[in-house]
């Protein structure tokens, strides 16, 4: 009797041990079910901000609206959802299109009181018996400077619910943030057309004089080499001032600087050398419009024509797998890195009268700008030691094609 009561208390324990375990897989299996089902919400809720924020970034406008409201009432969740701007609705998706003018009229309002607020069914009336919108939250899209040009409509079925305020609420608030980055790149580009027009003003005084005076010094010692360094000067312009275009090829700007070293050499005769070493694979990087002349223009102004008898630019673009490698050097007579790191901040800020900063510093931050602050230009000199200007430029970048 004794041996069966032991035999079944060993049977119990067994079975009470195979139970834990049993019940400690499940749970395992639970916890990673949902952790599996919490990583895919995750990825979708991403994904979904991510399309929507591309259509953002272009600028709210009746087209970029369409695109991006499908997937910002997918953010948050109403049966549907309208964007408006101060002059009406931009577009509508999902429930509420008979509602059109009553949304149009609250996201207004929105805007012009730079105010969030909660329609209810007797703000949205409708003689239709099929209609089932009982209430909207409208949220205005509040940018940086405190105004709002556009809102948020969320429709509801019913009293909008706690849920529905705050996720269009924080819906808004992150559509406010893609259309300031929006904006940002648009200043973004207007800063960068305006550093290329003060390097074309550049250009017009200290070039464009001495090489008139050079073409003119042939005009009657030699006219058909006054008629080709004319034609190379028409040339050059014509690319330093063309009207289109924030980036171009290395081939381009290489074409360029020759024309300008054609002109350059017409002016010092046997002084100026010039080795140039390019890759072929190299050619069509494309970089930032005019930012190889200035670095160039710099050696020469500032390095060789300072110093007696002949004097050497070398351009090197060499090719390091995803990237280019540019360098631009002379063996003038260089400065004092302490000298030239105060020029190159007072030029940041301001014009400079002797011009000797003001290309290196525009051309610093045009690359930082294009390709990010670790591009930024590395600049070698010391007195009596020539000068040394490098560059990398990505042979692939996002938004940047000749």
Same mark, same amino acid.
């Given at each position: ?48 901000? !991510? ?23 997918? /953010? ?14 931009? =577009? /509508?998706? !999902? ?39 009982? !209430?909207?939250?409208?949220?205005? /899209? ?21 849920? /529905? ?11 406010? =943030? ?87 050499? =017409? ?64 063996? !003038? ?8 790191? =105060? ?60």
């Amino acid at each position: 009797m004794g041996a069966n009561l032991s035999t079944a208390a060993s049977v119990l324990v067994l079975i009470s041990a195979l139970a834990a375990a049993v019940a400690a897989v499940i749970r395992l299996r639970q916890r990673r079910a949902i952790a599996t089902e919490a990583q895919r919400a995750t990825y979708q809720v991403l994904h979904t901000a !991510g399309m929507a924020a591309e259509p953002l970034r272009a600028g709210l406008d009746r087209i970029n609206a369409a695109k991006a409201v499908r997937h910002l009432r997918a /953010l948050v969740g109403a049966p549907g959802l309208a964007l408006t701007g101060v002059d009406g609705m931009l =577009a /509508l998706d !999902g429930r509420g299109a008979h509602h059109t003018a009553q949304l149009a009229a609250a996201g207004i309002r929105a805007i012009a009181q730079n105010r969030s607020t909660v329609l209810s069914e007797s703000d949205l009336p409708c003689d239709r018996m099929d209609c089932v919108v009982r !209430g909207a939250v409208v949220a205005p /899209l509040t940018g940086a400077d405190g105004g709002a040009e556009a809102a948020l409509v969320a429709v509801a079925d019913g009293q909008p619910a706690p849920g /529905l305020v705050q996720a269009t609420l924080e819906t808004a608030r992150w559509a406010a =943030a893609q259309l300031a980055l929006a904006e940002l790149d648009s200043s973004r580009e207007r800063l960068a057309r305006a550093e290329v027009r003060a390097l074309r003003a550049q250009i017009s005084p200290h070039f464009i004089y001495n090489a008139l005076t050079a073409i003119a010094s042939f005009v009657r010692t030699d006219p058909e080499r006054a008629r080709e360094l004319i034609l190379e000067f028409a040339e050059f312009t014509r690319y330093s001032f063309r009207a289109h275009g924030e980036f171009t090829t290395l081939a381009e700007e290489l074409r360029s600087i020759d024309r300008y070293l054609t002109i350059e050499r =017409a002016r010092f005769g046997d002084r100026l050398q010039v080795r140039l070493q390019i890759a072929p694979e190299v050619l069509p990087v494309s970089l930032p419009f005019l930012c190889l002349q200035p670095l160039v223009e710099n050696a020469i102004r500032h390095g060789l024509s300072r110093k007696p008898g002949v004097g050497m630019v070398s351009i090197e673009a060499i090719d390091a797998g995803a990237e280019c490698h540019i360098t631009v050097e002379d063996d !003038g007579v260089g400065m004092d890195p302490a000298v030239l790191i =105060a020029g190159m901040a007072e030029a940041a800020g301001e014009s400079d009268d002797s011009g000797q900063h003001v290309g290196l510093s525009n051309v610093d931050e045009r690359m930082r700008s294009a390709f990010g602050d670790q591009f930024g230009l590395v600049v070698e000199t010391a007195l009596g030691a020539g000068m040394k200007v490098s560059m990398r430029v990505p042979k692939f970048h996002p938004g940047v094609r000749a």
